[in-house]
Antibody
Framework: QVQLQESGPGLVKPSETLSLTCSVS????????WSWIRQPPGKGLEWIGY???????NSNPSLKSRVTISVDTSKNQFSLKLSSVTAADTAVYYC???????????????WGQGTLVTVSS | EIVMTQSPATLSVSPGERATLSCRAS??????LAWYQRKPGQAPRLLMY???TRATGVPARFSGSGSGTEFTLTISSLQSEDFALYYC?????????FGQGTKVEIK
């Protein structure tokens, strides 16, 4: 079955760029949207943004200016870059398969286990 | 942005009993609501979408109801594997938002 696994540094310095990769196994990354979602300690889940294999992206306006999401179909991976991070970006970051279409957003039917990223000097 | 509010924050229930979790939206989301379960160290699991449709493999003891701004997830007879965190999520607005979660713990 399809599985997702996040990877990347667990510690990032303030003002630097957070970079994470989600590897998709057991199925093709094509034909689906893929999202990043995060949960800061003690807070709720926040949708960060999504990408389609064509490169179409969209992101939460609260983070839009700092978010870059890309896809590498040859590696069956997609990635998140979040620039100019602060302590407020400390969170568990999840990747998820997004059942959205070009016209309508929907739910997330598969998730990775999540990875904790701490922003600290 | 649509704000989702879940209650209670923690629900203490004995195995075999019924659990009722609530989710409220700050404005109508029609039936565009999903529920997820999360256990420590595991990936979140989709339980329900369209407010009342069980995802593949989800036991029949889980049921969802509601529309507009008020939603309920009911677990009819709690099993040991059901003690977990539960989140609701709306997708009526393109900025998908989640509730803060309800922790279902053993009483």
């Amino acid at each position: 079955q399809v599985q997702l696994q996040e990877s990347g540094p667990g510690l990032v310095k303030p003002s630097e760029t957070l970079s994470l990769t989600c590897s998709v196994s057991g199925g093709s990354i094509s034909s689906y949207y893929w999202s990043w979602i995060r949960q800061p300690p003690g807070k709720g889940l926040e949708w960060i943004g999504y990408i389609y294999n064509s490169g179409t992206t969209n992101s939460n306006p609260s983070l839009k200016s700092r978010v870059t999401i890309s896809v590498d179909t040859s590696k069956n991976q997609f990635s998140l870059k979040l620039s100019s991070v602060t302590a407020a970006d400390t969170a568990v970051y999840y990747c998820a398969r997004d059942i959205s279409t070009v016209t309508t957003v929907y739910w997330f039917d598969l998730w990775g286990q999540g990875t904790l990223v701490t922003v600290s000097s | 942005e649509i704000v989702m509010t879940q209650s209670p924050a923690t629900l203490s229930v004995s195995p075999g009993e019924r659990a009722t979790l609530s989710c409220r939206a700050s404005q109508s989301v029609s039936s565009d609501l999903a529920w997820y379960q999360r256990k420590p160290g595991q990936a979140p699991r989709l339980l329900m979408y369209a407010a009342s449709t069980r995802a593949t493999g989800v036991p029949a003891r889980f049921s969802g109801s509601g529309s507009g701004t008020e939603f309920t997830l009911t677990i009819s007879s709690l099993q040991s594997e059901d003690f977990a965190l539960y989140y609701c999520q709306q997708y009526n607005n393109w900025i998908r938002t989640f509730g803060q979660g309800t922790k279902v713990e053993i009483k």
